[in-house]
């Protein structure tokens, strides 16, 4: 957008600051349920609410415990959850991610059953499933590793395809892999869920900011780290190239990560390529203002909404956050 500034004051901002109403009249950035995605980690069990220590008032869920949560989030108004499993037994195969009944296939069965209407939103990646905690196949030789993009493409379809059988709803690879999103947009079609979404994680950057989250998914690399895969968070315009490459291989919605740190790119990505656009507030993100928030330090509620208006303002059209829920009941 140009804005032409007149030579001569023709206009005094602060008459349109005077008191709420005009405020609201004016306003902008609209933050609403509609547009937040709440995740989840599902465990198998019955009853488990397993607090996560770094993320208060995170839980690993038991399926049953998941869904009494999910029936108090459609309530709350939000139409759609985010899923992340950990599995009973790990491998070097990555085999729960795919499993019949592995766990988010357990989970997605079960609410589909009892609130069809709610979406679910199922994040594909092969981290939690790994004995090594890597987001694809590892490769071995003479004490290097390596990851097998190519051979990993295939699990990443196979576990996507599993989870549209079940019914999810929409597909979120955040593995990193290249050539995933155009794997799993094929895998889908030959198997009549040509109207299933792909949102993919297309710029995900390897960020400290996951640390809580691995602690929650148990799905800290057991060696190395990330950043073979994941993006330089020095890099801008790689971002936008991750995103046209998405793009071109049938990405629906494409996604910035983290939030906060990256407002500039969620910015650069919807005026460049105009697409629907999601951005995850991270585990870091939520942990950080929480822990400030139960010292008495910052006003909680205040620091989240405005977070979240900022990442909406820079241009965000879906927010995955860990505060979906108490920002809904906010909103009431
Ligand atoms: C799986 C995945 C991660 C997150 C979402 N999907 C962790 C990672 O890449 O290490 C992070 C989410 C968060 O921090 O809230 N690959």
Known sequence: MNFEIPSFPVSRPRRLRQNEAIRTLVRETHLEKTQLVMPYFVRSGKKLRIPIQAMPGNYQLSPDELLKEATKVQQSGIKAILLFGIPEKKDEMASGAYADDGIIQQAIKLLKKELPDLLIITDVCLCEYMSHGHCGIV???????????????????????????????????????????????QVLDENGFENTPIMSYAAKFASAFYGPFRQAAESAPQFGDRRSYQMDSAN??????????????????????????????IYKVKTTFGYPTAAYSVSAEYSMIKAAGEKGWI???????????????????????YSAVDVANWLK
């Open 139 to 185: 490769k071995k030789s003479k004490g290097n590793w390596n990851i097998d993009n190519d051979s990993s493409l295939k699990l990443l379809a196979k576990t996507s395809l599993s989870y549209a059988h079940v019914g999810a709803d929409i597909i979120a690879p955040s593995d990193m892999m290249d050539g995933r999103v155009q794997a799993i947009r």
């Open 236 to 265: 801008a315009l790689e971002s936008l190239r991750e995103v046209a490459l998405d793009i071109q291989e049938g990405a629906d919605i494409v996604m910035v990560k983290p939030a906060l740190p990256c407002l500039d790119l």
């Open 299 to 321: 006003d909680e509620k205040a620091i989240i909404l405005e977070s979240l208006t900022a990442i909406r303002r820079a241009g965000a059209d879906i927010i995955i956050t």
